[in-house]
């Protein structure tokens, strides 16, 4: 696992309290070692959104926050499988599993690797929050570099499949990301579903349907908080569905 | 909540042990009553997926089921709110999030009066699914069943709403519908992520992608099976992102 190590956040280390109550609430919940004994007894543990926040940040939201949901800025990243629906058609579905897999477990390295939490799974795509729980005022550039990560491993992870059915197709992914005001919480009655909503989550869900295999498309607004990031990537003009104006997002492409 | 009575399964009675436990291995989880007690204590309870099922059923999917995912029959039913992109640039995001809760709450209900499961909710969107881990013969019309009862449910909590910014716009919710094999289970190792995977996911996603307002979608398969549920429905044939060949598709509308 070469790759894995290139992303890991060693330079962060394992955080031994949660990052995400820190941020939010200042207040210490102990998530490794000995004192986070007490409080796994209690379902306290380490969220499967990122290993570096609690339960407590996504389970808990309304006890926290005291109300349901919260007005946040926030950089949203969507990634998908190009061309899995046809995919789906031609191979069996214990080799579809497999690259639902990769993808998965890559996308996730890449994004926590950058502070990001895995907020939604949908089979062969994904959703994440950049800002929220843990605070990164360079949200933007933590979810395009997030994003090169996704693009570099899923390039390696997907490459290594023999994929006789795919007859030469390049199986790749897609990302879209913008960033704006969202609004973040628990919205429904009857389950715990912490996530965020707007605008802002459709513009980046709408722009990553656009992407091709291995292409970033970022918002403007994303683009104008990306400093060197984005420099030098070429704009397209999209036309998105339920958008009025056309929208100019800038196409960067890992270059390895 | 005259609605709510409407679709409360209560025929069946609230299930006094898990059904998807008992369907899926004939092992006797008590759910609700003294019996359940000792078990909360082990953190198992009902389901938000569906509260007559466990957490077993979802979260310990590869310890019931001895290997990671399974091959299943069953269908599978997409509900988005139609205009959603457009509302959210219009509206205030509290407004926003009053009408993803009605509309969450309200698909829940009729999925649950089915013995569907909610086993994805993204925003203004959701899947479900139905013949597992409750077993339903008739899930191609348990299926249209529960959609017939979103649409009825939405329209009435949709149509109360005090929209101005709408400026006459209705608010709907678009269904897609279709059945067939899927991969069932756990496809990621950081998370226990429960869900359904394959091309059957994908077309039943991309028929609701083409349902209007107020429309429910159904593939030919789950027309097959449907009965009288979909007799009189007229055919529409579609041209669907990432399959070959046009998809004919039924187009059913609730009467009221």
Redesign the interface.
């Known amino acids: 696992m070469t790759e894995a190590s290139a992303v890991q956040p060693s330079h962060r280390g394992d955080a031994r309290i949660c990052r995400g109550c820190w941020d939010q609430m200042h207040v210490p919940i102990p998530i490794r070692g000995p004192l986070a004994l007490p409080f796994r007894a209690f379902?306290i543990t380490r969220s499967?959104?990122n290993p570096n926040i609690c339960t407590i940040c996504e389970r808990s939201f309304r006890y926290v926050k005291k109300q349901?949901?919260v007005?946040a800025s926030a950089t949203i990243l969507f990634a998908d499988i190009r061309?899995?629906?046809?995919l789906?058609?031609r191979i069996e579905?214990?080799r579809?599993?497999e690259i639902?897999?990769l993808f998965?477990?890559r996308c996730?390295q890449a994004i926590w690797a950058h502070d990001g939490i895995?907020n939604?799974?949908?089979?062969?795509g994904l959703?994440a929050i950049f800002n929220f729980p843990i605070v990164r005022t360079d949200h933007a550039q933590a979810a395009i570099r997030a994003a090169l990560d996704i693009q570099r491993l899923c390039a390696e992870a997907l490459g290594r499949l023999q994929l006789d059915d795919l007859k030469g197709q390049p199986l790749g992914v897609g990302v879209g990301i913008h960033s704006g005001?969202?609004?973040i919480?628990e919205?429904?009655?009857?389950?715990?579903?912490f996530?965020?909503?707007?605008?802002t989550?459709?513009?980046a869900s709408?722009l990553e349907s656009q992407a091709e295999a291995g292409e970033i498309l970022i918002s403007r607004d994303t683009a104008d908080q990306a400093g060197d990031l984005a420099s030098g990537a070429p704009t397209r003009l999209l036309t998105l569905?339920?958008?009025?104006q056309p929208v100019a997002a800038r196409v960067i492409v890992n270059q390895g």
Chains 1, 2 share one sequence.
């Open positions: 379902g499967k959104m349901s949901h007005a061309g899995f629906t046809q789906s058609e579905r214990i579809l599993s639902v897999s998965q477990d996730a895995v939604k799974t949908m089979g062969d959703m005001d969202v609004e919480g919205f429904s009655s009857f389950r715990s579903d996530t965020a909503i707007g605008g989550v459709n513009l709408r569905k339920g958008i009025d």
